[in-house]
């Protein structure tokens, strides 16, 4: 949801969007030279993140050992920070430099079959990698339509909506009207993209494991697939650091076909999980995947209970 706007706000959207504009034209290995650099700052400096970030590893990988998860965490900053510097590249950089930045796609073929076959495509797409570089090869190569919120910073808006727009996405609101529209596109065998681990406000949702963990996790997908038959794949870009990016499209667990919400959400956690094998420092681990808990679930006043895949 969009903030109303003050001066503070507008400061702050001018000192970033001029970062951005800034940033366009640099290509990936300056940029990743970049991130090196205030990588370790975040580290420092920014207790949140770092936090945030110890704690996911600890839940992810209990079986490394303290060196490891430090060492993993520190990468995990660096990507993070390289995601960010790079935003001004991926909604306003030339074109022709972007696509030529993507030097490696595997599994497209798994988008082609499904639209051969008269399918259309749900792309699960986790914050990994460079996912606004997945946004603008997907929208470059497909009909392509995902849901969008406004930033909380309004004034950023228009600049984050054009540059998710450029390639031709088409960008529908976060309700039903925008699921609505997600259902037309699939009937129509095009492709469209959820976040698949954000989490949903109460009641749009279900508890399944995620990395050992009750994660409450959206019901959109089986809602999808049940009434389109649409074929589901995990998409992210991952980082070739100093060099580019490559795309990779991968199967989704089976159990995201399953009828029950909560099983399907099992399925759509582990086909995260799948994705973020690829490279565990490219994911965005400070971000609060476990805010919600079943123990709070069981104790809301409207005394809605929810259901917990075991």
Known sequence: MAE???????????????LWRALAGWRPASLWRLAQLTGPLVQR???RERLVTCVNLNQAYPELDESSRRHLARNSLVHSSATMLELGMAWMGDDERLEGSILEIHGRELLDDARDRGQGVIVLAPHFGNWEVLNFWLSSHFPFTAMYE????????????????????????TNPRGVAALLKALKRTEAVGILPDQEPGWGSGVFAPFFGRQAYTATLLPKLVARTDARVVTGVARRLPGRGFAIHFLAADERVYDS?????????NASVEAAIALDPAQYQWEYKRYRKTPEEAEQRPDGKRFRLYR
């Open 260 to 268: 029950d919400e909560a099983t399907s959400a099992a399925g759509v």
């Open 4 to 18: 109303p706007d003050s001066s503070s706000a507008r400061l702050q959207s001018r000192a970033i969007a001029t």
């Open 45 to 47: 400096f920014s207790q």
């Open 150 to 173: 406004p930033p909380k910073l309004a004034a950023l808006d228009p600049i984050i909506r054009r540059g998710r727009e450029r390639q031709g996405a088409c960008l529908v609101p």
